[in-house]
């Protein structure tokens, strides 16, 4: 079965940018998509098709997808954007849908 | 204004079953995929199961399969998953999600919480 990792934390000051990596074999080939979740609130998607942003979501989330590493970038980070992050794929090879592990962003 | 909502979660006894429903709104319902997606205390988010727009197609994570089934009914706008042989590690908020294109789940529901203890 198909694997996503990413990293269990990432800190980063305010009005910096933080940058969360979602490693997994020849991910460029595949369509990224990366959800925001808030304690106790149900998952947001940010990000889809790699960079498309959803009405509603700032211009400050972005995405990129090549090789075998897919990356949210959040530029000028907030306090209020800290959250649990996830990657998300389609594995076509089992018609399964993937989630990453989820990496906690801190702003510190 | 697109809604989804959850039901039918609950304390279950290991072993035993349950019926979860999704009610959806502000969209033509028949038009789009659905799934549930599971997220156990302090985990993270598993996909559970898949289901095409009318139906026809229906996929499972390898962690329910033969166990849970996943069925919807287009005329009153419903999703289900049907769990049975409940087990404790099935424990968790039970969200159904709209799907797009390439699986970008655009809208959630808030969640049902499905408890499996005796």
């Known amino acids: 079965s198909y694997v996503l990792t990413q990293p269990p934390s990432v800190s980063e000051a305010p009005g910096k940018t933080a940058r969360i990596t979602c490693g997994g074999n020849?991910?460029?080939?595949?369509?990224v998509q990366w959800y925001q979740q808030k304690p106790g609130q149900a998952p947001v998607l940010v990000i889809y098709?790699?960079?498309d942003r959803p009405s509603g979501i700032p211009e400050r989330f972005s995405g990129s997808n090549s090789g075998n590493t897919a990356t949210l970038t959040i530029s000028r980070v907030e306090a209020g954007d800290e959250a649990d992050y996830y990657c998300?794929?389609?594995?076509?090879?089992?018609?399964?849908?993937?989630f990453g592990g989820g990496t906690k962003l801190t702003v510190l | 204004e697109v809604q989804l909502v959850e039901s039918g979660g609950g304390l279950v006894q290991p072993g035993g079953s349950l019926r979860l429903s999704c009610t959806a709104s502000g969209f033509t319902f028949s038009s789009y995929e659905m799934n549930w997606v599971r997220q156990a205390p302090g985990k993270g988010l598993e996909w559970v199961s898949y289901?095409?727009?009318?139906?026809?197609?229906?996929f499972y994570a390898d962690s329910v399969k033969g166990r849970f089934t996943i069925s919807r009914d287009n005329a009153n706008n419903s999703l289900y998953l049907q769990m049975n042989s409940l087990r404790a590690e099935d424990t968790a908020v039970y969200y159904c999600?709209?799907?797009?294109?390439?699986?970008?789940?655009?809208?959630w529901g808030q969640g049902t919480l499905v408890t499996v203890s005796s």
């Open positions: 289901i095409s727009a009318p139906g026809t197609a229906v």
């Open positions: 998300q794929v389609w594995d076509s090879s089992s018609d399964h849908r993937v």
């Open positions: 098709y790699d960079t």
């Open positions: 020849d991910i460029g080939s595949k369509s």
């Open positions: 999600a709209r799907e797009l294109d390439l699986s970008a789940f655009d809208y």
